[in-house]
């Protein structure tokens, strides 16, 4: 009942403080960034339509939805509410986003990469990178 | 919560689409599901009709495309010869001159 059975309940359920902060810092940079973007989800569909590879349609679509989907995952991070899903989401997104970036890098589009919506847009690639 | 990871997801997703949706009708007038181009930029024929000389068509379209056919008058300007065409096309047109057709102010 004592010992290591206790240890393990404790380690797995009390958060270490280094992850707390990372947990918060990339939280906010989604929430940051969703709530941008929800502002004007006219200026990220075009944004989006930019990569050309999805029908326009769909780009508004994901112009709608997707900010409110950071901004979620955002609060789930933060708040550990839903947390591996979380997680799991905002790395699929950011997995798909690299995707997308490179694949626009390669056919020679030079776009804006519409992340943080007007603020983004002289951004360069290699510094967005960083 | 003790849900799998999967339907961790799920459920965010599905929260997700509630004020997605909520945002796509309240600004369902501002954007076009159809074009890029919002609805208040688009002309019609007939409106380009009745512009005539008061305005410059550029055309983006591919050499093969403007070579075909184009509109009488139109400069050609696409992004395969960009910086061939732009000089001819700045001669034309420069930033700043009123191109407005519902003014109907004539670009000199």
Known sequence: MSGPSTLNVQ????????????????????????????????????????????PWPVSVALAFYLPWL????????????????????????????????VAAKVRGLDITCGCFGHASQHWSFPGLTC | MKFSLARQALI???????????????????????????????????????????????DARPDEDFARDHVPGALSLNEDRWNELLPQFLAAWSPGSCTSATEGSANS
């Open chain 1, 11 to 54: 380690l797995s359920t009390r958060p270490q403080f280094p992850w707390r902060i990372v947990d918060v810092i990339v939280a906010g940079i989604f929430i940051y960034a969703g709530a941008i973007k929800v502002l004007d989800p006219v200026q990220f569909a075009n944004d989006i339509d930019n990569y050309k590879i999805l």
């Open chain 1, 70 to 101: 950071e901004i979620l995952c955002g609060l789930g991070l933060i708040f550990r509410f839903l947390y591996r899903g979380a997680l799991s989401i905002l790395t699929a997104l950011i997995l798909v986003f690299t995707l997308a970036t």
């Open chain 2, 12 to 58: 965010l997703a599905a929260l997700a689409l509630v004020p997605g949706m909520g945002e796509a009708v309240y600004f369902r007038h501002k954007i076009s599901w159809q074009s890029p181009i919002p609805p208040s930029e688009l002309a019609t024929v007939a409106q380009a009709r009745a512009w005539g000389e008061n305005v410059i068509w550029a």
